[in-house]
């Protein structure tokens, strides 16, 4: 029998406020043949309480409880070891996906033949609150589009990976679901985007994402050290980075 499972990888540290919601919005999808791999990576607050209290009802959500604070990265690639589906996709735990987010991913690979899409999402401050104009994807996007700017979010990459197989993320502090992204778009022509919204990212005051200090340094480092591209190349995918990067949040 075909293996239609799919595999939501959520890793969480201190998420008291939002985990439930998130769980809830997987538990209200129209596709039910799922399982949620959440990793916590050393909470300090109720975060695996509330997770072991909801899984003791849904044994479709597994928590792995990580020794050590390690960040984003490794908490995910953890999530990606444990993976037992055909389908891989990602949700953080302060994240949203509206209920047929699984329905309409699958069907569009079924559509396109393209193995690896991507939705559209609304934007909102932690009380849901609309307060960005909707982030719309590009209907496809290649390596090189992805060099000069990350349209593809972690809450809505969809990747069946029984068909294009199963890839880590790049051990870095940022960016390391973007490396993620370039590893499959080495090896295919492009990743498809769905126009339609089908989920919502909730804009945290602390988000890593909207600190912007250091992520000129980072966004450099990832294209030398990553990507290993020369230093021509950097400056060329970093001009596009950073103005693609204003316009993102200019309303």
């Not at 994402?209 to 021509?232: A, G, I, M, P």
């Amino acid at each position: 029998m075909e293996n239609s499972l799919v595999s939501i990888i959520t890793p969480s540290y201190n998420s008291e406020k939002f985990i439930s919601e998130t769980i809830k919005s997987v538990q209200n999808q129209t596709y039910q043949d799922w399982e949620m791999i959440i990793i916590d990576d050393c909470s300090t607050d109720k975060t695996t309480e509330i997770i072991r209290k909801i899984s003791k009802e849904d044994p479709r959500i597994k928590l792995i409880l990580l020794n050590k604070n390690s960040g984003p990265a490794i908490a995910r690639n953890k999530g990606i070891e444990a993976v037992q589906g055909r389908y891989m996709t990602f949700l953080d735990a302060d994240d949203i996906w509206f209920p047929d987010f699984i329905e309409n991913s699958i069907q569009a690979i079924k559509t396109t033949g393209i193995y690896f899409v991507f939705s559209s999402y609304k934007r909102s401050d932690e009380a849901l609150n609309f307060v960005y104009s909707d982030f719309i994807v590009p209907r496809k996007v290649t390596y090189f589009d992805i060099l000069k700017t990350n349209s593809i979010s972690c809450l809505t990459a969809f990747i069946d990976i029984q068909v294009l197989g199963k890839k880590t993320m790049p051990e870095v502090f940022k960016r390391q679901d973007m490396g993620l992204w370039l590893k499959y778009l080495k090896e295919i022509p492009f990743a498809y985007g769905i126009l339609e919204p089908k989920a919502i990212y909730r804009i945290r005051k602390n988000s890593l994402s909207r600190k912007k200090s250091d992520l000129l340094k980072y966004q450099w480092q990832f294209y030398r050290n990553v990507e290993n591209l020369t230093v021509f190349q950097s400056c060329f995918y970093m001009a596009h980075w950073m103005y693609r990067g204003f316009m993102k949040y200019r309303n």
